[in-house]
């Protein structure tokens, strides 16, 4: 018995010796396996916060572009330049985001339409408006490009969303830059792509050590050459320093900027958050019987209006007649103030249409009547405003305050024909749209008419009828209006 118990018990103890021992080995083999899961993470969060991985081609691009800004408008006018600069950023930054991987969305391709027409016109037009215009659909056309360059929903925009890219793309320009070249100082070299980390800190001690010695060789050869010597002090004189260190200043300046322009592209274009299209960034408040209420009372102050209209202005003179006026007194009057009323119409509409509550699809519809109702009798308002500008132009000639307005009515009476289709069709997202393409029309009918060369094409004919010609007008317009009046000139009719 006692043998039995002896042998039983010694079993026990080799049973829990090769447990333990099994339990260690597992122990040790789990323990390489371990290493990985705890560094891995951290290396992908580092190269998933990193927009470019190579920064060092990023920032020699950005600074190419800034030292090719400082040659072209130091000192230079505008003219070609701003185009030339702004397509070579356009290629810069499509280089550097195409090399990283990040593809633009296909209806970005369509902002380069009027970039490429806009760019164009800044050095082909030098009338004030027309090219002011140019410029502005210029920068505006890239800037929502960048906004818009990974998503391509820039079409899709509400006003707010314009204006919120617009604060975005703004702070980032300012700030963006600073954060990622701090993120690329911190980063383990191993994770930026290659191991290229661009040696800003060695170049800047490597200066350093240089430059006393360039001094002290410089002031050796200058002693030993005198024609080297007064190049080297027409090189330093005090007043070209100081416009070497502004070229230098302007050089970083831009390069900044565009840096952070390419990066915002990079990181803050996807479109996630743009309004949906059931809903308005601002919850709808206002009730459906006030909007109504508004609507109706509008409207029947303009169709007063407009029977008054009907009933004189457009009757002719022998209506104003009865009424006391002058043909002359009652169409020079009231033109601005029509104007007003017709954008202010538009801003009520789509004012009401974003805060007013339209819970079934009777009130929608009733809606969406009151407001196609005001928008016919702002149609003939403006109707009305186009004959007194015309009016006013058979009496005086062109100018650009009478050419300006008479294009503008036109495009505006686009909008708001565009407006009441989207509100029948319940589109307000494409309001915002509507609205750019009808600012981008309106630019681009400027430019085809050549205000300042219309201008000379209309007046100086009338003369044949006994009508004045204002000279000193002429001779302020730009030379848009070279060409016609070198056809004027040379024509037989005079």
Request: charged residues 15%; proline residues 3%; contains cysteine.
């Amino acid at each position: 018995m006692k043998t039995s118990k002896k042998r039983s018990n010694s079993r026990r103890k080799v049973l829990a010796e090769a447990i333990a021992q099994e339990t260690v080995l597992e122990s040790v083999v789990e323990i390489p396996a371990a290493e990985p899961a705890v560094v891995q993470p951290a290396e992908k969060i580092i190269q998933q916060g990193l927009a470019v991985k190579q920064p060092a081609r990023l920032l020699l691009i950005v600074l190419v572009l800034g030292w090719i800004y400082n040659y072209l408008f130091w000192k230079q006018s505008a003219g070609v330049n701003f185009a030339l600069f702004l397509t070579l950023s356009l290629v810069g930054g499509l280089f550097v985001l195409l090399s990283e991987g990040y593809k633009p969305g296909r209806m970005g391709f369509w902002l380069l339409i009027p970039f490429v027409f806009f760019a164009m016109i800044t050095f082909s037009r030098q009338e004030s408006l027309t090219i002011f215009l140019a410029y502005t659909f210029t920068l505006f056309s890239l800037g929502v490009l960048a906004t818009s360059y990974l998503g391509g929903r820039w079409h899709l925009y509400r006003l707010s969303n314009y204006i919120h890219k617009f604060f975005l793309l703004v702070g980032d320009l300012v700030i963006r830059p600073i954060l990622f070249f701090n993120q690329v100082r911190q980063a383990p070299s191993e994770i930026i792509q290659a191991g290229r980390r661009f040696p800003i800190g060695g170049m800047l001690r490597g200066l350093v050590i240089a430059l006393p010695i360039v001094l002290c060789f410089g002031s050796l050869l200058a002693s030993a050459d005198l024609v080297f010597s007064k190049k080297l002090d027409d090189l330093f004189d005090s007043e070209k320093i100081s416009d070497y260190i502004r070229q230098l200043f302007l050089i970083i300046f831009f390069a900044y900027v565009l840096a952070g322009a390419f990066l915002h592209a990079a990181t803050k274009s996807k479109d996630e958050n743009i309004t949906p299209e059931d809903r308005s960034i601002i919850k709808p408040f206002l009730g459906f019987t006030e909007s109504t209420v508004i609507l109706a009372s509008v409207a029947f102050l303009f169709l007063t209006f407009v029977v008054v209209q009907f009933q004189y202005f457009f009757g002719g003179e022998t209506n104003i007649g009865v009424a006391g006026y002058t043909y002359s007194q009652y169409a020079r009057r009231g033109f601005n103030e029509l104007v007003i009323v017709a954008f202010f119409s538009l801003v009520l509409i789509l004012g009401l249409s974003t805060l007013t509550k339209r819970e079934d699809e009777i009130q929608k519809k009733i809606y969406s009547g009151l407001s196609v109702v005001v928008v016919a009798l702002v149609m003939v308002i403006l109707v009305s405003a186009y004959q007194r500008i015309s009016l006013a132009i058979d009496w005086h000639g062109f100018s650009r305050l009478r050419l300006y307005p008479r294009v503008f009515l036109i495009w505006l009476g686009i909008l708001l024909a565009l407006v009441a289709v989207l509100e029948l069709y319940r589109r307000e997202r494409y309001f915002a749209f509507a609205a750019v393409l009808a600012s981008i029309g309106f630019a681009v009918s400027l430019t085809f008419v050549n205000v300042d060369a219309a201008i000379v094409s209309h007046n100086v004919p009338r003369t044949l009828h006994g009508k004045n010609l204002n000279v000193a007008h002429l001779a302020s317009l730009s030379v848009d209006a070279v060409p016609a009046l070198v056809d004027e000139f040379n024509s037989d009719s005079y």
